[in-house]
């Protein structure tokens, strides 16, 4: 079916939203990365199979909805019964009969399945909107997540999906439209930060056809993964996005660029596109406006540098990615030379709100200079991991401490790191910044697309320091010589501290390479790839100098600095023989065992199946 | 026709015969054989006339491509930064120890192949390990071995 006009298109909403609300009851089965991690999917089909042999009243298989991440991933698998809101963590298939016999035909609450809050033992939540890590977020590129199936366009529609497009198209100018979202203050929320209604302006200006709008998908960053939740849950949102901001400017194609690590985000993806096709609301005379724009699919095959806007256009065109001196922006001369606005997941997935409801409304939340909400992706020693949404200016504590939970097995926080390898570490100081791109900036970290890692005492700065390093330097493309032999080295030097084997004159000249490194590449992936490292030793220096001088590792994880023994609280229970790779403990069954420190790797396997608390870190 | 050759003519029926196709192309040659056979990567570079040199420059560029035969299982162990400070490493090298191969190494009976990924994005149930695309979370190195095994 084609929907011809925007009346036709109001009018099917009208039907849309009818459906979706006469489904009263609904049982919502999250199929967010997490929760499918551990077997939600599982969950789901004994739903379905229970359903379908059951004969319940007003409760069908169509009942049970999947949606995409709901956020409380250190909760999943999650169940969510609708209207009530009665969030069921931690779920497992034998619990499926007992939720729909006890829940759904008496109404009755189970209690062990309730989350249960770590601080105050005894208080449990049945409204999943009361639970603190809900309560303090609020939610605008992920309004949908957790709501609607994402392979169901109807549900996106009488959501209200597809309302900003038609507004857009039919009552505003594309000036109009730029305007609004330069004035809403949206900055783009893949890492830069730069003005989303000033980069369209740009673009709409150029003298040059055609012009592309282009959605990076490729979050490439470790630690974050809120594009892939949207991508997954709720594809449509981009698509909005997209074909407003090409409606703006004037393209006529465009291309959402998936990286390979997320084959699902693809697949939702491609199906949305169809099913938008199919409408009329995307591809040829949309709404019967005249307006035409089409969106293709490219995906990364492996490469975080494709990340990079001139090294994605370069991907896009079916060559090696590898980045370009932008004395040229993109927006001038982009994917094959051609004038292209190139935004992320969520700042497509933004702009209908703001078209919506307009660039106060959108102003009026957050910081002066960093409007609107970000999404983060919380993960990490912090116990409420998942996907979360708050207003710019929160600060990290009430992240962490609010929303997060707190730091797990009550151990002390130490740092956390924000920006993915191009970003940094903020240590406990500076824990009461408020969150936006400029303060994080200043600090020496960077808001970057989003990823939110939270360490306790036990991770080593200096370790997480190379860690990010050794992933930079297999990531490089390797076209610059600043970059490809500049990381290089600097891992040589870390690696060297993380084994007792540096000296203070090593730091120094880590420290003089990784100016020569940020000043000297050619790329953002360059440019920023010391930042780990400076903002560690510009906080932690303690720690490097402990590495150094005295050979001790004060996070007890630098392996060449530590020694695994056993005590006698070792009660013989043969767990760690068992998981030991090096065969290097030995004993026999209830009687204490023994560590042959010639033969130890110090992995540290032994530790995490060790029940009794009998491992000694020296 | 060779059955290799139709297996390839089948992939570039599905795209346009022209050098911006290569990488999906190449995708598509990685899908169906499991990796990049370099007959078939010759017969490609003709068909979409793109020279052979481009095509291994693309080939060893993008981590997603291998030039050597790949296992009938895929373990990725996931070294993103929350999988890391949650103890990736144990996994890697618990599987590395059990079935007798480094990362990015495919065992001789063309099993297993073990490789490193940086980040599949399911961070908040760090660490994550994947076994032919189906993911577990929380995953403990006494478990790493065993869930590589079931396949």
Not at chain 1, 147 to 165: C, H, M, S, V, W
Not at chain 1, 321 to 345: C, M, Q
Not at chain 1, 423 to 452: Q, R, W
Request: glycine share 10%; aromatic share 6%.
């Amino acid at each position: 079916m084609r929907i011809g006009t925007i009346d036709k298109l109001d009018k099917f909403r009208a039907k849309c939203e009818r459906q979706f609300k006469a489904q009263k009851k609904k049982i919502i089965v999250c199929l967010g990365p997490g929760c499918l991690a551990s077997g939600s999917d599982k969950i789901l089909d004994e739903f379905k199979s229970v359903l379908k042999k059951k004969k319940i009243k007003g409760i069908t298989v169509e009942t049970v909805k999947k949606t995409g991440c709901h956020g409380f991933c250190a909760c999943g698998p999650l169940v969510v019964i609708e209207p009530e809101g009665i969030f069921y963590a931690k779920v497992k298939k034998i619990h499926v009969k007992d939720i729909i016999e006890k829940t759904l035909l008496k109404g009755e609450i189970i209690e062990k399945l309730l989350y249960t809050d770590p601080h105050k033992k005894s208080k449990k939540y049945t409204d999943y909107r009361s639970i603190p890590f809900y309560k303090y977020q609020t939610r605008i590129s992920l309004r949908n997540l957790g709501l609607i199936d994402p392979d169901e366009i109807t549900d996106y529609i009488a959501a209200g999906g597809y309302a900003a497009l038609a507004k857009a198209l039919t009552k505003m100018k594309p000036q109009k439209i730029i305007n609004e979202v330069s004035k809403s203050g949206l900055r783009g929320r893949g890492g830069g930060g730069f003005s989303t209604g000033r980069k369209w302006a740009t673009c709409a200006k150029v003298d040059d056809e055609p012009r592309f709008v282009i959605c990076n998908g490729d979050e490439g960053d470790p630690g974050a993964f809120m594009d892939r939740c949207i991508m997954e849950g709720d594809p449509h949102s981009i698509l909005e996005g997209m074909i407003i901001c090409a409606f703006a400017v004037g393209s006529h194609d465009g291309y959402i660029y998936v990286r390979e690590e997320y084959p699902l985000a693809v697949v939702n993806l491609q199906r949305a596109i169809e099913a938008a096709r199919e409408l009329g609301l995307l591809g040829e005379n949309i709404l019967g406006t005249g307006f035409s724009y089409d969106i293709k699919i490219i995906r990364g095959a492996g490469a975080f540098v494709c990340g990079e806007s001139s090294a994605l256009m370069k991907s896009v065109a079916g060559e090696i990615g590898e980045p370009r001196a932008k004395y040229i922006r993109s927006v001038v001369k982009g994917v094959y030379d051609k004038p292209t606005v190139l935004n992320n997941v969520e700042t497509f997935a933004t702009v209908p709100v703001i078209i919506e409801k307009g660039s106060k409304w959108f102003a009026s939340i957050g910081t002066e200079k960093s409007a609107g909400t970000k999404a983060f992706s919380l993960a990490g020693k912090v116990r409420n991991t998942g996907l979360i949404e708050v207003p710019m200016g929160m600060t990290l504590r009430d992240i962490i401490y609010k929303i997060g939970g707190g730091i797990e097995e009550d151990r002390q926080f130490k740092a956390v790191q924000t920006g993915g390898p191009s970003g940094g570490c903020l240590p406990e100081g500076k824990i009461d910044l408020p969150v936006d791109f400029d303060t994080l900036t200043k600090a020496g970290s960077m808001m970057g697309s989003g990823g939110m890692i939270v360490m306790d005492e036990r991770t080593c700065m200096v370790e997480l320091a190379r860690y990010f390093l050794d992933f930079l330097v297999s990531e490089s493309c390797g076209k610059c010589v600043p970059c490809r032999e500049g990381l290089h080295q600097l891992l040589i030097l870390c690696t060297k501290i993380t084994r007792g084997k540096a000296s203070e004159n090593d730091l120094d000249l880590m420290e003089k390479l990784s100016k020569v490194i940020q000043v000297g590449s050619l790329c953002g992936l360059g440019q920023s790839g010391p930042n780990p490292f400076m903002s560690t030793v510009q906080y932690f220096r303690d720690e490097y100098l402990s590495h150094i001088t005295d050979c001790k590792c004060p996070g007890r994880s630098c392996r060449a600095l530590i020694t695994y023994t056993i005590n006698d609280k070792c009660n013989g229970c043969v767990a760690c023989i068992s998981v030991c790779p090096e065969k290097a403990i030995t004993g026999e069954k209830k009687k204490l065992h023994v560590i042959d420190q010639d033969k130890c790797s110090q992995c540290g396997s032994c530790e995490v199946v060790c029940k009794y608390d009998a491992i000694d870190i020296t | 026709m060779s059955k290799r050759t139709a297996r390839l003519e089948t992939i570039l029926d599905r795209n346009p015969r022209d050098p911006s196709s290569l990488i999906t192309v190449l995708q598509d040659i990685q899908k169906e054989f499991r990796y990049l056979p370099v007959e078939v990567l010759s017969d490609a570079a003709q068909a979409l006339n793109v020279p052979l040199s481009k095509i291994f420059s693309a080939s060893t560029f993008y981590k997603a491509f291998s030039l050597t035969p790949r296992g009938e299982t895929i373990i990725r162990i996931c070294k993103g930064t929350a999988c890391h400070i949650k103890g990736a490493d144990l996994l890697l090298e618990q599987l590395e120890s059990a079935l007798n191969i480094r990362a990015g190494e495919t065992s001789s009976d063309l099993k297993f192949t073990v490789e490193v990924v940086n980040c599949v994005g399911a961070c908040a149930m760090a660490p994550v390990m994947m076994v032919n695309n189906k993911y577990h979370g929380h995953v403990r190195v006494d478990r790493a071995v065993r869930l590589a095994k079931k396949g």
